[in-house]
T-cell receptor, first 115, second 113 residues
Framework: DVKVTQSSRYLVKRTGEKVFLECVQD?????MFWYRQDPGLGLRLIYF???????EKGDIPEGYSVSREKKERFSLILESASTNQTSMYLC??????????????FGPGTRLTVL | AQSVTQLDSQVPVFEEAPVELRCNYS??????LFWYVQYPNQGLQLLLK??????LVKGINGFEAEFNKSQTSFHLRKPSVHISDTAEYFC???????????FGKGTMLLVSP
């Protein structure tokens, strides 16, 4: 079974802290993504990666960075957490085929609260 | 750039009634279309997808959707809902050949007895 895991389901941090959110997939997928989900706004793409050490900005990258040192792992970093980064963070991965990408598989999410 | 509009933020319905969740998209190029479901406190699960071919797509849990290119719509339907279908439903689009998804804002389906 396809699996995307996220390191924490719930996380509480203080303003100004550096925060790491980890995501691991066991499907050998090339593509990995970080989204944030807020009520009434749906999911918005923060960053994505097509390959190891490659990263691309999504729609709302400000205040975030990412790291992909290994194919199966994609980390989201909040350099200095702020209260407006309180949100649900969802990681996803997808396989790249000759026809293009196939559907994304999502992790269970990390609910981050910044106090 | 592509965009997705889900016209209803909430859809209340009684158990065993039919339901339609509406989704419209805008794009000047070919797209892939998806519906995802999110149960409380869980991640997103794929319900169904349209990549090419038949415009009527069947998914899991008795859901189906129809791709209408002229109306740029991809509405989700189920002929008879259950209490367990209570969840948030997201329509998403990706450009053909690209992996990033653009999501709608979601529709909360509330099924009551």
């Amino acid at each position: 079974d396809v699996k995307v895991t996220q390191s924490s389901r719930y996380l509480v941090k203080r303003t100004g802290e550096k925060v790491f959110l980890e995501c691991v997939q066991d499907m050998d997928h090339e593509n990995m993504f970080w989204y944030r989900q807020d009520p009434g706004l749906g999911l918005r793409l923060i960053y994505f990666s097509y390959d190891v050490k490659m990263k691309e900005k999504g729609d709302i990258p400000e205040g975030y960075s990412v790291s992909r040192e290994k194919k199966e792992r994609f980390s989201l970093i909040l350099e200095s957490a702020s209260t407006n980064q309180t949100s649900m963070y969802l990681c996803a991965s997808s396989l790249q085929t000759s026809r293009g990408p196939v559907s994304s598989f999502f992790g269970p999410g990390t609910r981050l609260t910044v106090l | 750039a592509q965009s997705v509009t889900q016209l209803d933020s909430q859809v209340p319905v009684f158990e065993e009634a039919p339901v339609e969740l509406r989704c419209n998209y805008s794009s000047s190029v070919s797209v892939y279309l998806f519906w995802y479901v999110q149960y409380p406190n869980q991640g997103l699960q794929l319900l169904l997808k349209y990549l090419s071919g038949s415009t009527l797509v069947k998914g899991i849990n008795g859901f189906e959707a129809e791709f209408n290119k002229s109306q740029t719509s991809f509405h989700l339907r189920k002929p008879s809902v259950h209490i367990s279908d209570t969840a948030e439903y997201f329509c998403a689009v990706s450009l053909s050949g690209y992996s990033t998804l653009t999501f709608g804002k979601g529709t909360m389906l509330l099924v009551s007895p």
